[in-house]
């Protein structure tokens, strides 16, 4: 199993950027990607979540309304679009799969220990 995630870079605040989470290596009827962040001297935060069956989405409450999390099957491929970024949103953005049974509830999916697999990350810093 296989995530590289790409896309980041730097942006002055108000700016936008999509990142892309690439998926390889495994092949299963129900799994989900999140996306995380980890500023410097931070805990890893979840940030968004979509489940591949019936592409339910999650967001972290202040990233509601900025970002949009998708899904391109056919490119086995994830984005996570982020608008109107702040300084507060640099960090190292990472996606992980879980392709273990989905757990029920709207809350799971922001711990990172619910995860299989995780990419290396891609670094997003914002100027003010």
């Known amino acids: 199993v296989q995530l590289v995630e790409s896309g980041g870079g730097l942006v002055q605040a108000g700016g936008s950027l999509r990142l892309s989470c690439a998926i390889s290596?495994?092949?299963?009827?129900?799994?989900?990607i999140g996306w995380f962040r980890q500023a410097p001297g931070k805990e890893r935060e979840g940030v968004s979540c979509?489940?591949?069956?019936?592409?339910?989405?999650y967001y972290a409450d202040s990233m509601k309304g900025r970002f949009t999390i998708s899904s391109d099957n056919a490119k086995n491929t994830v984005y996570l679009q982020m608008k109107s970024l702040k300084p507060e949103d640099t960090a190292v953005y990472y996606c992980?799969?879980?392709?273990?049974?989905?757990?029920?509830?709207?809350?799971?999916?922001?711990?990172?220990?619910?995860?299989?697999?995780w990419g290396q990350g891609t670094q997003v810093t914002v100027s003010s």
């Open positions: 992980a799969a879980r392709v273990s049974v989905i757990p029920y509830g709207s809350i799971w999916w922001q711990a990172r220990n619910e995860y299989d697999y």
């Open positions: 290596g495994f092949t299963f009827d129900d799994y989900a």
């Open positions: 979509i489940r591949a069956s019936d592409g339910s989405t």
